[in-house]
């Protein structure tokens, strides 16, 4: 078991005929995700890495039963490509460009909240369940099959976190990148769910960053409804305010989204607080050790 | 993206949104020709700096604040004089102040009331949503976190705009006089729509004031642009003012570097922003300061790489250099390349202390132990933060 996708699941890559698209899309198969195609307007027929490519997500869909689809389409045409993928009933929708306009995704979230799709991201590495499926730019090989659901608004500190957890011995049920930018498909708290009804995973490790107020409403969601252990690290405690720090969600403004106000709602709801970025996988050890 | 306030309201007149007659005034002479020109009995002359604060703000060395009331030509030019080209210190400015550079001349109004109205993206609600309080003209913060029965909060569609039900609401709640109703209902809605058609990730209005007349005027007006926008709005990057900001900051945005100057002494080149806003911690939590945010991104080449160095080497505050690159899609040995590269055109002047994992890490760490470069490598988060400071003490 695992949360979002598995060895079944059925992935298209929309832009598959841009340079990023094509890279990953070969990543994604090198590491065994069944890649069955891929959609780019105006280049039906083609082939990318022995896969075929689309005019439309429809015919995507009624050509190779997908059900999940990997994004990498510009900004300026992103939010379209996401409510394509929407309409053609596609279940899992996996956003990776970063530069959408944020009111772009503010006219598509509403549309996905509607439908019976999923989103994840944009501004974000993606999914894995190691030995599984990987959807997304992440690199595949630190990852391990294990027990712990991991989840963050950040890649490369994804990265680092599961680098650390499979060093300590602890592989990752399924990894989620929620993504960076101030407006994302999927919250924490979306992801918490599916983590705490999923029976393989058995601990839960989360990398929060300064901005908005969804790390404070996943410590609310933990405290009511997650009876697994939790840790978490917050990034950005030295980030002064009113400056955007990489990604576009990144800002502490009107005193709000500061990394102290988070570790204050996380630590009340007994979440166990890696102090250091060096300590998020021991962090997590510690978290499931105090429950034994 | 921010814009000065007088742009704003070039913005917003062409929006449809009232605001007062104004020119903007780079020499005291123009200043008073801009008072004569408007020819009102009162004008209001406005320091333009990205900052707000203005008005309880003031010149370094002087009792000038930053925004003052004119009754004649000479007045105008006295004020201009005593703010252009000088410093101009206010809460948001810190300590350093902000230079300066051109005033806005504006004519006054009658005032009835002072009220605040702001627009913005609320994440929570995943749509943009106008706020409004009679707390005009205050510190909005402090007003929320004291009052937040005084602040109103309104929701709306961005292609829907406000509904009629919601601007009523607000002229309810805002206590205005029922004549001025018809009148609020345009100036919200014609202020959503300019908020939506021009992008604005922040639009406000304080104060927002109700005229004796009782119609509402935008008396203030600060606004800040969506960047991952700007791509459809070629007329709005072209308001653009460099020289309010962090002249690195500029140049790190043109070689496609993500970077912010801070106040400390170590240096920070990392890839990713969720690692790099976690480097500043570390090297924080082990005792130093960091000196800036840098993020290289996924697909930093060897040019990038290099910029990155000079950039944050010319900050003289730099004392000790952190790389702290974890390779995913960006492999280490591109990184260690790109280092042994910058060593040799750039030329480190401070210790620079390594830490490298992930994708082809060994061969990384081949590649700068046989360069000859005199960098101190590490093991680890923990291991690099406390060489890295322990450098920039030495």
């Known amino acids: 078991m ?8 059925r992935v298209i890559c929309q832009g598959i005929t841009g340079k990023v698209g094509e890279f990953h899309t070969r990543g994604c198969l090198d590491y065994g995700t069944r890649m069955v195609g891929g959609v780019t307007p105006g280049k039906g027929g083609e082939t990318v890495a022995d896969l075929p490519v689309f005019n439309t997500v429809a015919e995507a869909r009624d050509a190779t039963g997908c059900n999940a689809t990997m994004i990498f389409v510009p900004p300026p045409f992103a939010a379209d490509a996401i409510l ?15 530069g959408i306009p944020v009111l772009d995704m503010a006219r598509v979230l509403p549309v996905v909240k509607d439908s019976g799709s999923r989103l994840i991201g944009p501004n974000c590495p993606g999914v894995i369940t190691p030995a599984e499926c990987k959807i997304g730019i992440m690199p595949g090989y630190i990852h391990t099959p294990g027990h712990v659901g991991v989840m963050s608004r950040s890649g ?11 060093q ?11 993504g960076g930018d101030p407006l994302v498909g999927s919250s924490f708290i979306d992801i918490l769910e599916l983590f705490q009804n999923d029976p393989d995973t058995h601990a839960i490790l989360m990398m929060g960053e300064i901005g908005g107020s969804a790390e404070e409403e996943a410590a609310e969601y933990v405290k009511h409804h997650v009876t697994k252990p939790v840790a978490a690290f917050i990034a950005g405690r030295t980030a002064p305010p009113g400056k955007r720090m990489g990604h576009a969600g990144a800002i502490i403004s009107g005193g709000k989204g500061t990394a102290e106000a988070k ?30 | 993206m921010k814009i000065h306030e007088y742009q704003a309201k070039d913005l917003l007149r062409a929006a449809g949104v009232p605001v007062l007659a104004g020119k903007v005034a780079r020499t005291p002479d123009e200043a008073a020709a801009a008072f004569t020109a408007l020819g009102t009995p009162v004008c209001a002359v406005k320091a333009q700096i990205h900052a707000g604060g203005r008005g309880k703000g003031k010149v370094k060395g002087s009792e000038q604040r930053g925004v003052e009331l004119a009754k004649t030509a000479d007045d105008a030019k006295r004020i201009a004089t005593g703010l252009l080209n000088n410093t101009l210190v206010t809460i948001q400015t810190g300590p350093e102040g902000q230079v ?54 309104e929701p709306f569609d961005p292609d829907r705009g406000l509904a009629p039900y919601q601007t009523r609401l607000l002229a309810s709640k805002l206590n205005l006089p029922t004549a001025a109703w018809r009148h609020a209902d345009t100036f919200f809605r014609k202020l959503c729509q300019a908020f939506v058609n021009l992008d604005a990730s922040l639009l406000e209005i304080n104060p927002l004031v109700l005229t004796k007349d009782g119609t509402l005027v935008a008396l203030d007006a600060k606004m800040t642009f969506d960047d991952n926008a700007l791509f459809r709005h070629k007329d709005i990057t072209a308001l653009r003012d460099e020289a309010e900001e962090e002249p690195a900051e500029t140049r790190a945005a043109a070689a496609g570097l993500s970077y912010v100057k801070l106040d400390g002494t170590i240096g920070c080149l990392v890839n990713g922003a969720g690692l790099a806003m976690s480097t500043m911690d570390l090297v924080k939590l082990h005792g130093g300061e960091p000196a800036n945010f840098l993020d290289v991104g996924g697909g ?10 000079r950039i944050i080497l010319s900050d003289k505050n730099v004392k000790a250099i952190l790389v702290n690159i974890f390779g995913g899609i960006m492999r280490c040995t591109t990184i260690a390349n790109a ?34 470069t005199s960098i101190i490598t590490a093991d680890g988060l923990t291991d690099a933060a406390k060489k890295v400071v322990a450098a920039s003490k030495a």
């Open chain 1, 168 to 178: 300590l011995g602890h592989g990752q049920s399924t990894c989620v990148g929620l």
């Open chain 2, 339 to 372: 280092l042994v590269e910058a060593s040799k055109t750039v030329g480190f002047t401070v210790p620079l202390v390594v830490r490298l994992e992930g994708t082809e890490v060994e061969q990384g760490k081949k590649i700068l132990a046989e360069s000859g």
């Open chain 1, 156 to 166: 490369t500190l994804t990265y680092e976190a599961v680098w650390q957890l499979t």
């Open chain 1, 2 to 9: 695992s949360i979002l996708v598995n060895r079944d699941t």
């Open chain 2, 300 to 309: 930093a080449d060897v040019n990038q790489v290099t910029e990155a160095f």
């Open chain 2, 100 to 153: 300066v550079r051109q005033v806005f001349v504006e004519s006054g109004c009658a005032i009835d009331r002072e009220l605040y109205c702001a627009i913005l993206v609320d994440r929570a609600a995943g749509s943009p949503v106008l706020i409004a309080s009679t707390a005009g003209g205050m510190d909005i913060e402090e007003v929320a976190a004291k009052t937040p029965e005084l602040i109103l909060a």
């Open chain 1, 263 to 292: 570790l204050e709602a996380l630590r009340d709801a007994g979440i166990e607080i890696a102090e250091s970025p060096a300590d998020m996988g021991a962090a997590l050890v510690r978290a499931i050790e105090r429950r034994t």
């Open chain 1, 84 to 98: 394509e993928a929407v309409a053609a009933g596609i279940e899992l929708v996996v956003a990776i460009t970063e």
